[in-house]
């Protein structure tokens, strides 16, 4: 994981961390594995815009989101980026498991949407923890799941929709997340979340601003359907 997050402090004391694992999976996880968690794992704070995760980089720990959400993207050889899905509370990221019995190498780039808490979970956890509790090997096999199937949605999004529609799905699905109508963003930012130029982004955002879709103003662009 990202050296910036691992080198910061933990976040409250070892009482604090399990008042949390027993809040956010109680109904998941048996007690002998929350203990587990709070003591080989360590909680991070981070803001927004934080990189989680890089391309290339050894992994050498599992990402548990507790608060805030995080962008998983995609970069080519040029540096150009695509979004392909969010990770929100009690989500894990696909990538890192796929490595979870060996330091391997990340394949996507993690970014922080909104601030929020994680806890990181060392990697040589995972294969102990997938024998001696059935709990965890259906967390993990269900986060294999659905990771693959926003993927997918990621695939047929880009495949079959024009990027018209592909705009409006990644400004509905960004309100659902941050879990407001005002998005801060800006055209260039969403350009290269979406791989395209800033001009079609300019010129489609218009468009959709003329058809009722959305409101832009100087700081923020609203998306009129969660308007209140």
Not at 15 to 32: G, Q
Not at 38 to 56: H, M, V
Not at 68 to 92: F, Q, V
Not at 142 to 162: C, G, H, K, P
């Amino acid at each position: 994981m990202a050296n910036g997050i691992l080198q910061r402090k933990e976040v409250g004391t070892a009482e604090d961390c399990l008042h949390v694992l027993r809040e956010k999976f109680s109904f998941l996880f048996e007690e002998e594995l929350i203990l587990d968690m709070c003591r080989s794992g360590k909680l991070r704070q981070f803001q927004e815009g934080d990189l989680i995760l890089d391309i290339g980089q050894i992994l050498t720990h599992m990402p548990v989101v507790i608060a805030g959400s995080i962008k998983i993207m995609r970069e080519d050889a040029d540096g150009n980026e695509l979004l392909l899905y969010y990770l929100e509370p009690g989500d894990t990221c696909a990538a890192t498991l796929s490595c979870c019995s060996r330091a391997g190498k990340s394949s996507l780039k993690a970014v922080a949407e909104a601030q929020g808490r994680i806890l990181m979970i060392p990697i040589e956890k995972m294969e102990q923890w997938m024998i001696h509790f059935k709990s965890w090997r259906n967390f993990v096999l269900e986060s294999y799941n659905t990771r693959l199937n926003e993927m997918l949605d990621a695939i047929d999004n880009l495949a079959f929709n024009n990027m018209e529609d592909r705009l409006k799905k990644y400004l509905k699905d960004k309100v659902l997340i941050t879990k407001d109508p005002k998005l801060q963003i800006t055209h260039f930012q969403i350009s290269g979340e979406l791989n395209s130029s800033r001009v079609v982004i300019s010129r489609l955002m218009k468009k959709l601003e003329m058809d009722g879709f959305l409101l832009q103003q100087r700081n923020y662009v609203e998306v009129k359907e969660f308007m209140r």
